[in-house]
């Protein structure tokens, strides 16, 4: 196959899929509610053991059967194939995922027209703007959601290095820029040193057994476990690629970029005293009003900073896509346009559904289990299927892929001591620590 990943290809578009609204949207609005910098510290700690043991598990799964998230669990089963191709079919969490997902980037994409020329000047009324737009504007959603859409399926219609690798190299890149361009501002604000001490000087006094649970679902989040994107990108892997320093970068890239949008946006909200554990709206609500104190100029930075949430959202869109995809032409031998048309028609359905479940007047009916049809698939993909996904990969390569297998593979490139960690790691611990959390979530 010839359709592969270059090196960096794969580590810009791996960095791509994990650097998301998750980063840059979640990340923030959940260290401001869980007390700062104790909470990124463990969210660190968490990417890094559970997080990058699983994230290693999904690469060998990847690497050692090239092929779709189905068919590599077949084939890599020594016995009950069958079964165990079920464990493939989480990849359609990622799916559903980008029903909703592509449905805030639109969001985004409004916003990022509209601070142009519309800074509101306090909270009262940037929250009755984004709860307009949001529960009465049913057009400009449907219409940015599209654009959204039109956007992400282009690229993965060219496929993996004409479609999805190149618009990684590109946007990756630039999404660094602008986030180095908006901290060199950040850094001259008064705010951005309180904004530091937020994030990076630990309270331990604040960490409880719930931000344990968040920050482990926001690590497995970020990184994009658990639904079959790590398996697919890693299928399309260069032979002789460094797994583990590819890995290692790609991990920390993703959460040194989470940490720099942190700084920007707990220096606005430092500097004009607003309130750091506000929650969902931090982004849509207080931001623009922070932006307005500045000026003209505050037009501008607006814009740089929903643009680089929008860069950030279509790198992770399009990977949501490709499991899918690569299933469906590798299984029944679709052309990928005809495997994207299927998955359009459903994305597109869901989607507008979701944006539906918002809309005041038909958002009655579309509630399930007590919650809208967004935060239903929502707590769906987050709170079932990553879980589900990460358990089964954790089993699957701690107990069913051969030692012999795990160890040709990563052996050139991991000490023994390091390799029986993450064997163990990967067998016992994370499956248990997920298994908590998710228990947990489930019931509270
Ligand atoms: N990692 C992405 C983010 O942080 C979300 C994602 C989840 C992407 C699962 C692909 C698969 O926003």
């Known amino acids: 196959m010839q359709d592969k990943f270059s090196k960096i290809g794969f580590i810009l578009a791996v960095a791509g899929s994990a650097v998301g ?33 699983i994230f290693f598990g999904e690469v060998a799964i990847g690497k050692l059967s090239e092929s779709d998230p189905v068919n590599a669990f077949k084939k890599l089963a020594i016995t009950n194939k069958n079964g165990w191709k079920f464990a493939g079919f989480t990849m359609l969490g990622a799916i559903i995922l980008v029903s909703f997902y592509t449905v805030v980037i639109g969001w985004i994409f409004k916003y990022a027209f509209m601070v142009l020329t519309n800074l509101p000047a306090d909270i009262e009324t940037s929250a009755a703007i984004f709860t307009d737009f949001v529960s009465k504007d049913v057009s400009s959603q449907i219409l940015f959601f599209t654009i959204t859409n039109i956007i992400c399926f282009y690229i993965v219609s060219k496929g993996i290095k004409s479609g999805i690798e190149r618009v990684n190299v590109w946007l990756m890149p630039s999404l660094l820029v602008l986030v180095i361009a908006m901290l060199a501002y950040s850094v001259t604000m008064d705010g951005f040193i309180q904004s530091a001490k937020f994030l990076l000087v630990p309270d331990f006094t604040k960490i409880t057994f719930d931000s344990v649970l968040t920050a482990l679902g926001l690590a497995f989040f970020t990184l994009s476990l658990g639904v079959g994107v790590i398996i697919v990108y890693s299928a399309n892997l260069p032979n002789n690629t460094n797994l583990v320093s590819s890995s290692i970068i790609i ?4 959460v040194i970029m989470g940490i720099l949008i942190g700084l920007v946006i707990f220096t606005f909200v430092f500097e004009f005293g607003a309130e750091p554990s506000q929650g969902v709206g931090l982004v849509f609500i207080s931001l623009p009003t922070l932006f307005a104190k500045l000026g003209a100029f505050g037009h501008i930075f607006a814009f740089a900073l929903f643009t680089a949430l929008i860069f950030a959202g279509i790198t992770s869109a399009i990977s949501m896509l490709e499991p899918f995809t690569y299933y469906l032409i590798r299984e029944f031998g679709f052309t990928r346009k005809k495997a994207l048309v299927s998955i359009a028609a459903f994305v597109y359905i869901a989607g507008i559904l979701c944006i539906f479940s918002n809309i005041e007047g038909v958002k009655e009916n579309l509630v399930f289990f007590g919650k809208s049809l967004f935060d239903c698939l929502d707590y769906l993909v987050s709170n079932i299927i990553m879980p589900i996904g990460g358990i089964t990969v954790s089993v699957f390569v701690g107990f069913v892929i051969k030692k012999e297998a795990l160890r040709e593979l990563y052996g050139p490139y991991m000490s023994k001591f390091m390799f029986d960690l993450w064997y163990f790691m990967i067998r016992y611990i994370a499956p248990i620590a997920i298994a908590v959390i998710s228990v947990n979530a489930i019931l509270s």
């Open 21 to 53: 609204l998750g980063n840059a949207w979640k990340f923030p609005y959940l260290v401001g509610q869980n007390g700062g910098s104790a909470f990124v510290l463990l969210y660190l700690f968490l990417t890094f053991f559970i997080g990058l043991t």
């Open 251 to 254: 991990v920390i890239i993703n």
